[in-house]
């Protein structure tokens, strides 16, 4: 091995490419096999990440998968990078116009450069979901890029984009698509004329005092839409726009209602949010969790 051979590595150049780009890491310090290796368990990640299983507990252990085969790399990566510099600085040359391409190459493939992911996670910060979804509570998302994804229907928690302000995500119930007709009047909504199934609760699910939510004036009422899902909304005796005109929903477009009746921003309100278009729909809520006290693991409402 000749002195042209080997070159020093350098860790202000290894340290960040490990976490930007492992494989061009390993290429760098002149380890061509185990950059097989790291492109393996890239592909791998990406793999369970779009094809994996979305119903809890199956989604949880995609997303624990796809974090340990993603982000495994770079971190076992960065730790031997210290260790190896340490014990030999050197390592055998790959030139530079190669590791450009190999970069390139890389980088090129990855569907995170040019495709949206198809997990997402939101916090919530406002209490327009509760009971579904408590202050600070954190969702995970199977984003409508997925194949497996299909539409939304009535009765999902999705995720999407306001039409006013498309930088801003907002979470709310799906309760109609295009072609349907949607009013309130009393507080119940009527989906092409026929009132939603109502039963009111002896009590209200824990959700609402993790919420710090004034109980003594909330009364907590499961709906049945007419596709049979169910879910559970809180009301607060009068509220505005407990009723409404009848609104037909526009072809390619939902109409939304957040789970605290009285105290939520949805399709209702025409001027401020209105109808959705399918376009800005990111995905649908899959988990919901929640660290701290209270905390845990669930399905979407």
Not at 129 to 150: H, Q
Not at 182 to 190: A, E, L, S
Not at 205 to 225: G, H, I, K, M, Y
Not at 272 to 295: C, Q, S, T
Request: aromatic share 8%; hydrophobic share 50%; with cysteine.
């Amino acid at each position: 091995m000749t002195g042209t051979d080997r070159a020093r590595i350098r860790l202000w150049v290894a340290l960040p490419l490990a976490v930007v780009n492992p494989v061009v890491a390993c290429l760098y310090c002149g380890r061509t096999r185990l950059a097989g290796w790291v492109l393996a368990a890239v592909v791998v990640s990406t793999a369970i990440l779009w094809f994996g299983p979305v119903a809890p507990p199956g989604l949880y252990a995609t997303l624990m998968l796809g974090l340990l085969l993603g982000l495994g790399p770079s971190v076992a990566l960065i730790a031997w990078l210290l260790w190896r510099v340490r014990r030999d600085p050197w390592a055998m040359r790959w030139r530079w116009p190669w590791l450009v391409a190999a970069f390139v190459l890389t980088m090129a493939v990855n569907p995170g450069i040019w495709l949206d992911s198809p997990i997402g996670h939101f916090t919530i910060p406002a209490g327009s979901m509760v009971p579904g979804i408590a202050i600070g509570d954190r969702i995970v998302t199977e984003n409508l890029v997925r194949p497996s994804a299909g539409l939304p229907e009535p009765g999902d928690v999705i995720v999407f984009d306001l039409p006013r302000d498309p930088e801003q995500q907002w979470v709310k119930r799906l309760i109609a698509t295009g072609g349907d007709r949607v009013r309130m009047q009393g507080g119940v909504p009527y989906v092409n004329g026929a009132a939603v199934g109502r039963r009111t609760l002896d009590s209200l699910p824990e959700t609402v005092a993790l919420s710090d939510l004034p109980t003594s004036r909330l009364t907590a009422v499961e709906e049945t839409l007419p596709n049979g899902r169910r879910y559970v909304v809180l009301e607060m005796g009068a509220y505005a726009l407990a009723d409404t005109p009848e609104f037909r929903v526009p072809e390619g477009h939902v109409f939304v209602l957040g789970d605290n009746r009285g105290n939520s921003m949805d399709s209702r309100m025409q001027d401020a949010v209105g109808f959705i278009p399918l376009e800005n729909v990111i995905g649908r809520a899959v988990m919901r969790y929640r660290f701290g006290a209270g905390g845990g693991v669930w399905p979407a409402p």
